[in-house]
Nanobody, 115 residues
Framework: QVQLVESGGGLVQAGSSLRLSCAASRSVFSITALGWYRQALGKQRELVATISRGGSTNYADSVKGRFTISRDNANNTVYLQMNSLKPEDTAVYYC?????????WGQGTQVTVSS
């Protein structure tokens, strides 16, 4: 079991950067996979980026080259560095952990990008 707490969201202008943080209640090194998802108003939740225990990363096509997921094992934290933000990146961003056969979610953090 794990608790996830996101932070770092906010209101920014297009072209700006934000870094989201997800603090986990247990060692992230032991977690099978960690990731970030987002859900825009009226839309389904979608994958943004994932990072495996081995460090392999995967990104949605819409964020490739702009977003970077990373993991700090010492501080049990996962980050999402978001650069060149666009209005279409506006959404609630959720941290996700997959442990064995169970999905865990944080409460979400709002990111709003104005044009």
């Amino acid at each position: 079991q794990v608790q996830l707490v996101e932070s770092g969201g906010g209101l920014v202008q297009a072209g700006s950067s934000l870094r989201l943080s997800c603090a986990a209640s247990r060692s992230v090194f032991s977690i099978t996979a960690l990731g970030w998802y987002r859900q825009a108003l009226g839309k389904q939740r979608e994958l943004v980026a994932t990072i495996s225990r081995g460090g392999s990363t995967n990104y949605a096509d819409s964020v490739k080259g702009r977003f970077t997921i990373s993991r700090d094992n010492a501080n049990n934290t996962v980050y999402l560095q978001m650069n060149s933000l666009k209005p279409e990146d506006t959404a609630v961003y959720y941290c996700h952990a997959y442990i064995y056969t169970t999905d865990y979610w944080g409460q979400g953090t709002q990111v709003t990008v104005s044009s």
